[in-house]
């Protein structure tokens, strides 16, 4: 069942929001990636002494990528949208 608003000739439809700009979208995650990537490499660095690389990669490449996905780029199309 359709609503009666969606039925209604006289109710356009919403605009279509342009897709962002890839260059300036990289540059944006960049900028919120890097600081997160220094971060997790002395903090699982200094925590795990012994490990080899792939073991610290393994540690962090999840947090990165979760963080990237559910913080850092909603963040930017919350806050920085507009310069998208």
């Known amino acids: 069942m359709s ?7 006289d109710v356009p439809p919403a605009p279509a929001r342009p897709a962002p700009r890839r260059h300036r979208l ?3 995650v960049f900028l919120g990636v890097y ?5 997790m490499i002395y903090l699982v660095g200094a925590m795990t002494p012994g490990w ?3 073991h610290r990669t393994l540690v ?5 990528v979760t963080a ?3 913080f ?3 963040l930017i199309h919350r806050r920085l949208g507009h310069l998208l």
């Not at 609503?3 to 000739?9: C, H, T, V």
């Not at 600081?35 to 971060?39: E, G, I, M």
């Open 52 to 54: 080899q690389i792939w």
């Open 35 to 39: 600081p997160l990537v220094t971060a």
């Open 26 to 28: 990289a540059v944006f």
């Open 60 to 64: 962090m490449v999840p947090i990165i």
């Open 68 to 70: 990237m996905i559910w």
């Open 72 to 74: 850092i780029i909603p």
């Open 3 to 9: 609503s009666p608003a969606a039925a209604s000739p």
